[in-house]
């Protein structure tokens, strides 16, 4: 795949990141309501790092490391949130990771944006396992994944070092035989 997919849906258009889109990363990256839940977001959000993930995001593009679309509502051009798969070849499995902004919470615009990358990460690209994990207290990407039938799978113990705190996460996941099993149905 030389061009970066579109994925479109009922009422979202998911494409590729551009340069225009530094205002609105600025504008709600700049949440600490945000950066708590997304472990490479920092805070303050500055333009500086808009710039440095919008390069880290294109590399991996480039590198087909990862695939990390804007969201967009399908009638508007303004990023609103951001959602990706983060490549492991070897097992032929992704990790998705998401963020939507924070007017944006509660339209159920999360959970059709991951029903759009679960289909294009088994039926364009061949996964065999796609996986996601949330800290605890984020009980609304919890409800995300079980919308999109993925399955609980483990609640990992201080999984990850945050500016010197342990933090639990608990996962979910999807194989290609589960996804083609929940969607035959």
Same mark, same amino acid.
């Given at each position: 795949m030389?061009?970066?997919p579109?994925?479109?849906t009922d009422? !979202? &258009?998911?494409?590729?990141i551009?340069?225009?889109? +530094?205002?609105?990363? %600025?504008?709600?990256c =700049? *949440?600490?309501n945000i950066?708590?839940q ?14 440095f993930?919008m390069?880290f995001?294109?590399?991996g593009?480039?590198n087909?490391?990862r695939y990390v679309?804007?969201?967009? !509502? &399908?009638?508007?051009e303004?990023?609103?949130?951001? +959602?990706g798969?983060? %490549?492991?070849?070897? =097992? *032929? ?5 998401y963020?939507?902004a924070e ?9 059709e944006a991951?029903?759009a990358?679960?289909?294009f990460?088994?039926?364009t690209?061949h ?8 800290y605890?207290?984020?009980l609304?990407s ?5 919308k ?11 999984h990850?070092?945050?500016e010197?705190?342990y933090?639990?996460?608990?996962q ?14």
């Amino acid at each position: 795949m030389t061009e970066f997919p579109e994925l479109i849906t009922d009422k !979202l &258009k998911l494409r590729k990141i551009r340069p225009s889109d +530094i205002p609105s990363l %600025l504008k709600y990256c =700049n *949440n600490k309501n945000i950066s708590d839940q997304i472990i490479n977001i920092p805070y303050p959000y500055l333009e500086d790092d808009a710039i440095f993930r919008m390069n880290f995001v294109l590399q991996g593009f480039k590198n087909k490391e990862r695939y990390v679309f804007a969201i967009s !509502l &399908k009638d508007s051009e303004e990023l609103i949130g951001e +959602i990706g798969l983060h %490549l492991d070849k070897v =097992n *032929n499995s992704a990790q998705f990771g998401y963020w939507i902004a924070e007017p944006f919470w509660g339209k159920g615009i999360a959970t059709e944006a991951l029903a759009a990358i679960l289909k294009f990460g088994f039926e364009t690209l061949h996964l065999h396992k796609i996986y996601a994990t949330h800290y605890p207290d984020n009980l609304s990407s919890g409800k995300v994944m079980l919308k999109n039938k993925m399955i609980k799978e483990a609640e990992m113990k201080e999984h990850y070092k945050i500016e010197g705190v342990y933090k639990d996460v608990i996962q979910y996941r999807l194989t290609k035989e589960e996804y083609e099993e929940r969607n035959s149905h």
